[in-house]
């Protein structure tokens, strides 16, 4: 259920992290009414670009609850996800997203994720970057292997 207070704390998040250098992003995972992790935007603290505060929160809380499922919880994050942390949500399994500011306030200031939104639309031979596909017979062994596996954790 919705609240307002762990909204408040993913928007102090996104302000503190201005303040140590990093993006105008923060996030909270709650569980059961409780916080069990928070996450910024570290993308240039850390140099890395999958450092995002919803990615930071999904490891932490994954962490912390010593497991990958995070079915249960929900997210609280200043902005709209972009499509990687929609697609990490997804993974994560977890219950639902409140959001703060829009994918359009956020590109409004410079943050323009829409281009791989309609990335994702196009047939693979249509998209800005290039994919192709090598060497998949062999590739599938690993696959093979994996179904064959009996004691394997699905997730």
């Avoid at 499509?83 to 993974?91: E, F, G, N, T, V």
Wanted: glycine share 6%; with cysteine; net charge positive.
């Amino acid at each position: 259920m919705y609240n307002d207070e762990f909204m408040r704390r993913a928007i102090r998040l996104s302000l503190y992290n201005i303040q140590k250098g990093g993006g105008p992003f923060g996030a909270v995972i709650v569980k059961d009414g409780k916080v069990i992790s928070s996450g910024t935007n570290l993308v240039t603290l850390v140099n890395d670009p999958t450092a995002h505060a919803e990615i930071d929160a999904i490891r932490k809380a994954a962490k912390n609850l010593r497991m990958f499922d995070l079915n249960g919880c929900e997210i609280y994050t200043s902005c709209e996800p972009c499509p990687m942390c929609l697609s990490a949500i997804y993974w994560a399994r977890i219950d639902r997203v409140y959001y703060g500011t829009s994918k359009k306030d956020a590109a409004r200031i410079g943050f323009i994720d829409d281009f791989i939104y309609h990335e994702l639309d196009k047939p693979i031979s249509k998209r800005k970057l290039k994919i192709t596909q090598h060497l998949r017979d062999e590739a599938l062994m690993s696959f093979e292997t994996w179904d064959l596996k009996k004691d394997k954790v699905s997730y």
